[in-house]
């Protein structure tokens, strides 16, 4: 599996996987850093992430198992290159992204806000440098 950068014309394949509209992917692609996963020229799944003074925050993680176990190690690299914790807030993620980021040392805390008629819920690594260590 390859994990590369998105570009604006993988937005139709990660709003099918995000369930949105293509029009809001396109934006997601020009506003975060987003990476895809993909296999055999295939988009298996893809990560988007941002960050402030305080964090780095995971916004959006869809995909196969395998693919987001992938994906979710490249917000984890930019926090330990910058000393941050690690957000994820998601709208009611799958079991699969549940044990994703639990494999990965993410503890949940609080619910997140409710968005779109979503409930979300957050993760946090507070220290991936020390967690992985």
């Given amino acids: 599996m390859r994990v590369r950068d998105a570009v604006e014309a993988d937005g139709g394949r990660l709003a099918a996987l995000a369930d949105l509209p293509t029009e809001v992917m396109a934006d997601v692609v020009h506003d975060r850093a987003v990476c895809v996963a993909e ?13 402030d003074e305080k964090s780095v925050h995971v916004t959006h993680l869809f995909g196969e198992k395998s693919a987001c176990e992938h994906l979710l190690a490249e917000p984890i690299r930019f926090a330990e290159r910058e000393s941050m914790p690690v957000e994820i807030l998601l709208p009611e993620p ?7 980021a639990e494999s990965a040392g993410f ?10 008629g979503q ?15």
């Fill in 94 to 100: 799958k079991p699969e992204t549940i044990e994703v």
């Fill in 39 to 51: 296999s055999d020229e295939k988009i298996e799944g893809f990560v988007g992430f941002e960050a």
């Fill in 119 to 133: 409930r979300t819920r957050r993760f946090r690594l507070e220290n991936p440098k020390t967690e992985s260590e």
């Fill in 107 to 116: 503890k949940e805390t609080e619910s997140g806000p409710w968005f779109d």
